[in-house]
């Protein structure tokens, strides 16, 4: 017959386990701060300025990298020529001047005036049904008459959209650079439909990289917080052999995977070791070796004495 612990072992014990869940959570918090403080980039750098900082600028000598030029632009590109006579006088001593040769310089510059364009569209019917039918130009980004005949252009709507989508500006801003240095009137929603239309267009593409990700035997996955109308959200990106996708969701778990790959994916799985991933039992997971490195390097820094083993270990092999 088992005897019965004392009450000050039960006692005992209960600290222990309540000590041990205690030091658990304190280095959880520890490791999160730990990496937080290292995703920290430059320029928002935290501390104070370098003692000695290097100035800025090419570095003296023969490796201070190319001198980078413009070259002269083809003769059939040239739009203007503008001649730069000499002056009535010296500028310095106001003698006469005798004109030697002439050099030629090439500057390339920003339309500034917007390239307004008139559709005339011819509207008919048909003798047969009897519906309506209408011309359209190539260069027409819609079919809408009436109040909504006045429209923009497909490169500019291809550069508001670069603008929001690849250069991070709001719809705002978009639309202030275009009134700014283009003179064209642009409305904030009016640049997010521009990004809507584009969304639509390219989903057949979207879908095809989306096809070559499933169908690719290694797949490394990776996730980041996003935002979505100020709520947390996720932005998930996956790198096959042959294309990379990205998808932003209102999830950070793999759940967006899940729904590209199903749940019975295989293959090769990279990650870094983000337990959402092992809802996929049939691959095989191969963690990040960059973020095991970190760990068990950030391990050795905290380690003492025997402890120290371990990370040794691992990043050795």
Sequence with gaps: ????????????????????AQVAELTRWLDEATRAGKRQAAPFR????KPNPKPPGRRSGDAHGKHGHRSPPPPEQVAECHEADLPDACPHCRGRLVETGTAEQFQ??????????????????CEACGKRAQGRHPLQTSDALGAAASQ???????????LHT??????????????TLFGIT??????????????????????RILDHVRSSEPIAADETGWRIGGHTAGLHA??????????????????????????DGSGVLSHDGFASYERFE??????????VLRRARERLERATRGAVRFPRQVIAL
């Design 46 to 49: 935290k501390g104070p300025p």
């Design 186 to 207: 642009l409305t904030r929603g009016a640049s997010a439909q521009i990004d809507l239309r584009a969304a639509a267009r390219l989903e057949p593409d979207y879908q």
């Design 152 to 162: 923009v252009g497909p490169d500019a709507q291809t550069a508001a959209a670069v």
């Design 282 to 291: 049939g691959a095989i997971h191969q963690q990040c070796l960059a973020h």
């Design 238 to 263: 996956w790198v096959g052999d042959r294309a990379t996708a990205y998808a932003i969701d209102s999830q950070r778990s793999a759940d967006a995977l899940e729904r590209v790959i199903g749940a």
């Design 166 to 179: 690849q250069m991070g500006l709001s719809h705002g801003k978009v639309a202030s650079v275009f009134r």
């Design 1 to 20: 017959m088992d005897t019965p612990a004392c009450p000050g072992c039960r006692d005992l014990s209960k600290q222990v386990a309540e000590l041990t």
């Design 108 to 125: 390339t510059e920003i339309p500034r005036r917007p390239l307004i364009r008139k559709f005339r569209i011819h509207i008919g019917h």
